[in-house]
């Protein structure tokens, strides 16, 4: 079976704005994040973004746009050794689309990433500044690391919950 690093986007892999990021121009990608997951990448982590992108349902900006986003911030991985394996994304917003079963607080893209790529959720984890990626990650029973928006991972903190039996963990800054 494989193991995963799963990767909220906004405030993790790429600066938080506090809203949708509907153009490329404002997506400023967090560069200092790829150092500590490459290191997890060249341990046989996959690296997965699971990310909500609700504001496609409401038509601020298309799946293309979202694409050539995705194809800057895995080239700049690429460029350090580190690959992203897969980019998840739930494109509906309950006040369009009505509910889903992939939009975070739900598990539905991680249960799709877990059978897809055969991972196992007890030697996975879920980096995310939101409650909400803790809680999707939990359910699909893989750890959460809550982090502050745009804070830095911290590589042995990923590695001392793999280790560990906490499901629901604060990094460094949100225990300040
Ligand atoms: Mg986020
Ligand atoms: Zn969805």
Known sequence: MNKAIFLDRDGVLNHEINDYITKLEDFEILTYQIAPLKRLHDEGYLLIIITNQGGIAQKRYTEEALAEMHKGLYASFEAQGALI?????????????????????????????????????????????????????????VKGILIAPDEQIDYDLVKLVLAGDKFDVLSAAMLK
Request: net charge negative; charged share 25%; aromatic share 6%.
């Open 85 to 141: 394996t897969h980019a998840y994304y739930c494109k509906h917003h309950p006040t369009v689309s009505g509910d889903c079963d992939c939009r975070k607080p739900k598990s539905g893209m991680l249960l799709e990433a877990i059978a897809t790529y055969d991972i196992d959720p007890a030697q996975s984890v879920m980096i995310g500044d939101k409650q909400r990626d803790v809680e999707a990650a939990n359910g699909a029973g």
